[in-house]
């Protein structure tokens, strides 16, 4: 198969690993071993996601969950959605890493932001105790996944929404430091992106000008393409449970506060720098259009990408013409 990298990063792109020696060591290890480490892995999915949709379903029924719960309410779901995630984590053949554990935030922080590599980022944070997520409305409609996002009280937003509910919605959450809500968790990126680059970070979590508390989530990228930004989620989650090594590092980067007189919109592109400033992350000005039109998904048409993306690659750039990035030309720091 002839892959292509274009002359500019682009951020939803595959990235694929140098095929040297420990690369055929590792898939060689992984398939041998894969009629066991399958079946058994995904037996301990179905066993998380079963007990996470039994449990959840059960706890919420009957209950507003735009409302503060009772704390002991509260606390059963919590309770059970970190011992799910992590049963799910497990049978993914996840091994966790905590960097920083001393910038941990605290359940009473304001919000968490995060970059966004794949969609089983919400389940290893969720592992870790952040259990709110700000989701997409269509969200709702996706079993398990629905039950998980409404039980952790998270927010759901309408991207179509011209009328500002949504962003009035993240504020008043995000202000109230009251303690009856779980810490929000959100991507402002609001899009997988390929764990080399970043897009422009949306505003929403930094429209209160509350501190936000940072964090990146980075996967192993040695053996294979990691980030859903360019596969197929189930062919991801697949590959992920044949592997033998799934390493992930969770790096707690501290509180940013937002400067006086400083715009929401500089606030975000502050924060976002501080990504690319330690992690080396290449900053494109790309949106979660820019990512629907390369994976040819919701038939968005070219004339809908950014001009970002129109100035920087063509019509032709899409992941169906085989574009991707090499591992090898990345400068990424912290690995």
């Known amino acids: 198969m002839q892959y292509k990298q274009h002359k500019d990063h682009h951020p939803f792109a595959a990235v694929m690993p140098t095929k040297n020696l420990a690369y055929y060591i590792y898939w060689t290890i992984s398939i041998v071993l894969a009629p066991l480490t399958f079946l058994t892995r995904f037996t301990i999915v ?27 309410r509260r606390r059963i779901i919590r309770f059970f959605q970190i011992l799910s995630s992590k049963i799910i984590i497990f049978g993914f053949g996840f091994t966790i890493t905590e960097r920083n554990k001393h910038l941990k935030p605290k359940q009473t922080e304001n919000v968490l932001i995060s970059n966004h590599v794949a969609s089983s980022d919400p389940v290893v944070y969720a592992s870790l105790g952040f259990t709110s997520f700000v989701s997409k409305e269509q969200v709702r409609q996706i079993p398990i996944y629905s039950t998980m996002a409404i039980a952790g009280q998270g927010l759901f937003v309408d991207r179509s929404a011209r009328d500002g509910s949504s962003l009035r919605k993240m504020i008043d959450r995000i202000s109230d430091n009251s303690g009856n809500f779980p810490l929000l968790t959100v991507f402002p990126e609001g899009t997988t992106v390929n764990q080399a680059s970043l897009i422009q970070f949306k ?8 501190p936000v508390s940072m964090a990146c989530i980075r996967y192993c990228q040695r053996f294979f393409n990691t980030s859903d930004a360019s596969q197929n989620k ?38 976002r720098n501080q990504y690319i400033e330690r992690y080396g992350f290449v900053a494109c000005d790309c949106t979660w259009k820019d990512n629907y039109y390369f994976n040819s998904l919701a038939n968005t048409q070219y004339e809908d990408t950014s001009d970002y993306y129109k100035a920087h690659f063509g019509p032709e750039v899409t992941r169906q013409n085989k574009f991707v990035i090499f591992k090898k030309n990345l400068k990424l720091k912290n690995e």
């Open 46 to 72: 179905i066993i998380g996601i079963i007990l996470n949709s039994v449990s959840l379903s059960s706890l919420i029924k009957g209950q507003n969950m735009d409302l503060p719960l009772k704390p002991l």
């Open 203 to 210: 505003r929403g979590a930094f429209s209160a000008m509350k």
């Open 234 to 271: 189930v062919i991801l989650q697949l590959k992920t449970m044949i592997a033998i090594w799934n390493p992930v590092v969770i790096d707690y980067m501290g509180i940013l506060a937002p400067l006086q007189g400083e715009t929401d919109v500089e606030f975000a592109n502050r924060a």
